[in-house]
């Protein structure tokens, strides 16, 4: 027997069978019209968060770094 593709999400899997369901609810709910749409602003939504990380990386600071920048603003506001 040919064994089905299974997507590793969280705890268990998810089929190809899952999947085509998913979308064709989504498709349902939403409509054929309205998918551009969602993909175009899903779309701008990452390359809005790619820039956002590489100025991140073009800047050199971390996730780190910033909470200790916060502190040392509010001691300087504070004398």
Known sequence: MAELYVLPLFLGGISIWEVLLIVLVILLFVGGKKIPELM??????????????NEDQASGKSGKELP????E???QEKK
């Open 40 to 53: 175009k602003g899903l779309g701008k939504g990452v390359k809005s968060f790619k820039e956002g990380m």
């Open 68 to 71: 200790e920048d916060a502190d």
């Open 73 to 75: 603003e509010k001691k």
